[in-house]
């Protein structure tokens, strides 16, 4: 059964850091990609960030190049995403998300077949 259990939400002040945590169980994710989305309230999920199980390949959105980084450790399992330089419009709940490899990082939520069940991130102003 696969798991994927998010941690390390919170509230953080406009310009601060954050890192969220997503700890993968289940299966190999070798041939996997993993994804993180988030979702504010009263709109749609997004893409935020995608890494390449076995490679390493990152892709992230616009919205949070250049203060987001998306990195795995296969050694637990588990992949990251250091979230400095925050603003309020980051504010969401994210959501770790494993889809099997296609060739490219997909930005769409239904590429991906397993779903954490997200942790609340808050930034004030």
């Known amino acids: 059964q696969v798991q994927l259990v998010e941690s390390g939400g919170g509230l953080v002040q406009a310009g601060g850091s954050l890192r969220v945590s997503c700890v993968a169980s289940g299966r190999t994710f070798s041939a996997y990609t993993m994804g993180w989305f988030r979702q504010a309230l009263g709109k749609e999920r997004e893409f935020v960030a995608g890494?390449?199980?076995?490679?390493?390949?990152?892709l992230h959105a616009d919205s949070v190049k250049g203060r987001f980084t998306i990195t795995r450790d296969t050694t637990k399992n588990t992949v990251l995403l250091q979230m400095n330089s925050m603003k309020p419009e980051d504010t969401a709940v994210y959501y770790c998300a494993a889809g099997r490899a296609i060739g490219y990082i997909s930005r769409e939520p239904a590429r991906y077949d397993y779903w954490g069940q997200g942790t609340q991130v808050t930034v004030s102003s």
């Open positions: 890494i390449v199980w076995s490679g390493g390949s990152t």
